[in-house]
């Protein structure tokens, strides 16, 4: 295996659908190289979801551990953001061991979310953007646009005109902060994992036929099992 060629300390990625092959290669990596392996899954973090997540088996898990699995009841809000804050801790404990942090799995607003970083936004205004909705309404189907315009261009103008979600997202992140959006945005680089770490990133591909006949294989493993026990 290769580190990236930087100063900086090395984190990988590696994602990839379900039944793609991820936590074999995984368990292989571990068996060569010092590894702490981190899942990324919206799933696995709460505890007794196995099937539907196609959770590693508990054998895999005490030999192999992941991080972030098992983490929360089911009754319980795990967010992005604390799936961002346990991470860069994890990464952090793991080059203090000299391991390298891999961080493996299909969630990729939870790759993204960690690779660009999060920004510092308010909650929704629902009476705000009912507002803006009636606006569009009463006036032609550019208006919000228009208004997120004359309001912060250097914004506007990375977005689609019918990006009707962001448009309004940025004009209630103003109207409740005071704050323009591509201000907020530019401002949030020092939150980049990638601003104290060189990101190595790898995807794993299968042709779709394929991939489909190992997630069916996979299933009828689990509903086996769970006959059995």
Excluded: W
């Amino acid at each position: 295996m290769r580190m990236p060629s930087s100063k900086k300390k090395p984190v990988v990625f590696l994602f990839g659908p379900t039944a793609s092959g991820k936590t074999e290669l995984a368990i292989n990596l571990v068996d060569k190289f010092p590894i702490q392996l981190i899942s990324v899954d919206s799933v696995m973090v709460y505890k007794d979801c196995n099937i539907g997540s196609a959770k590693p088996s508990k054998e895999i898990l005490k030999k192999y551990p992941h991080h972030i699995i098992d983490v929360v009841s089911p009754n319980e809000i795990f967010t992005v953001a604390d799936f961002c804050a346990i991470s860069k801790k994890i990464i952090k404990n793991a080059h203090y061991k000299k391991k390298l942090p891999v961080l493996i799995g299909g969630s990729m607003m939870y790759f993204k979310s960690l690779f660009d970083g999060i920004h510092d936004l308010p909650a929704r205004d629902e009476n705000y953007r009912k507002e803006l909705r009636k606006l569009k309404l009463n006036n032609n189907d550019n208006f919000l646009y228009n208004l997120l315009n004359d309001i912060d261009s250097d914004y506007s103008k990375k977005i689609n005109k019918n990006d009707e979600v962001r448009i309004i997202r940025a004009l209630e992140v103003f109207k409740v902060t005071g704050k323009l959006m591509s201000e907020i945005i530019s401002n949030n680089s020092n939150k980049k994992l990638s601003f104290d770490y060189e990101i190595a990133q790898f995807g794993i591909i299968h042709d779709r036929e394929l991939l489909h006949k190992r997630i069916e294989s996979r299933l009828n493993k689990i509903i086996i099992k769970q006959a059995i026990t």
